[in-house]
């Protein structure tokens, strides 16, 4: 299969927390692995990227690690801000296509 | 222009009319894709146009759905006999050369947001 697999939401923190979302996917493949991010109101946006096992994709404080073994790609923040309160996709290739996971609602509370 | 556009940005039709929605990819990027995004879910892939390729329709849901691109242009992705399961936001996508998603990103437009009453 080719199907992607993220936490839940919504998840809900204060400010200054530490983020992680958890994103997993099927091993088919040699996939590029992506975050997107869609903020309120607008479309959404390329967040990072890694494109072979053990890169580190990293952009705005936000980073993700390409696991090969463990077939995972967890987005971690150290210290979120309100501004950072959005729905985060986490994505796989799979030949021209890009398959996506459900979302996860990240709220943050001053 | 800067980024993808989308138009309608909001459609509301009545059960069985046919709907037209609206592209515009960034000026030099090859490839063109839609997706669907039903609320609550994740995005469904569509259709895929790659230059004067064959469109890769595999995500298209039923017949009813249709799409066209001209060249390296505009997109219109077409339903019709629109259905209540229809209601979604459409979002379109583009990319500079769509090499298997490998080391091409792809950029979204604002989405056109459908509801078939």
């Known amino acids: 299969g080719n199907s992607v697999t993220q936490m839940e939401g919504p998840v809900t923190l204060s400010e200054e927390a530490f983020l992680t979302i958890n994103c997993t996917y099927t091993?088919?493949?040699?996939?590029?692995l992506f975050w997107y991010v869609q903020y309120p109101g607008e479309g959404l946006q390329l967040l990072l990227k890694?494109?072979?096992?053990?890169d580190k994709g990293s952009n705005k404080g936000f980073e993700a690690t390409y696991r090969k073994e463990t077939t995972s790609f967890h987005l971690e923040k150290g210290s979120v801000q309100v501004s950072d309160s959005a729905v985060y996709f986490c994505a796989r290739s799979y030949g021209n296509k890009l398959v996506f996971g459900a979302g996860t609602i990240l709220r943050v509370k001053s | 222009g800067a980024g993808v556009s989308q138009s309608p940005s909001n459609k509301v039709t009545e059960k069985g009319k046919d709907v037209e929605l609206r592209c515009d990819p960034i000026?030099?990027?090859?490839?063109l894709y839609w997706y669907r995004q039903r609320l609550g879910q994740g995005l469904e892939f569509l259709i895929y146009?790659?230059?004067?390729?064959?469109?890769?329709k595999s995500g298209l849901p039923s017949d009813r759905f249709s799409a066209e691109r001209t060249g390296e242009s505009v997109s219109t992705l077409t339903i019709q006999r629109t259905q209540q399961e229809d209601s979604a936001v459409y979002l379109c996508?583009?990319?500079?050369?769509?090499?298997?998603?490998?080391?091409?990103?792809?950029?979204f437009g604002p989405g056109t947001r459908l509801t078939v009453l």
């Open positions: 091993a088919t493949g040699y996939p590029s």
């Open positions: 890694a494109t072979k096992a053990d």
């Open positions: 996508a583009s990319s500079l050369n769509g090499r298997g998603g490998q080391t091409d990103t792809q950029y």
């Open positions: 146009f790659q230059g004067n390729s064959a469109p890769d």
């Open positions: 000026s030099g990027h090859t490839a």
